[in-house]
């Protein structure tokens, strides 16, 4: 085998070499951009502006207890005391 075929053979080996190089730099891009784009998009979803706010099952409120229900009263009671005392 003389120099010249050693260096086409040495040069397939390292071309081997730089493609798997590549595609880990590749593979580590995607990593890099996931890592840097999934906690973006979670919180976009857990309140954004421009997404309206929907609730499949709908909202389902429980049944007030009674006294529950008085304590309300109560408090709505004494709200409209207080805003009456404002002036206009």
Known sequence: MNAAQQDICRRGVAGGDAARRKWLCALLGFVFAAVFALPGASALAQGSP???????????????????????????????????????
């Open 50 to 88: 421009i997404m309206p706010k929907i609730s499949i099952g709908g909202e389902q409120k429980r049944a007030l207890t009674p006294e529950e229900q008085e304590r309300q009263k109560q408090i709505d009671a004494d709200y409209k005391a207080a805003t009456s005392k404002i002036p206009a």
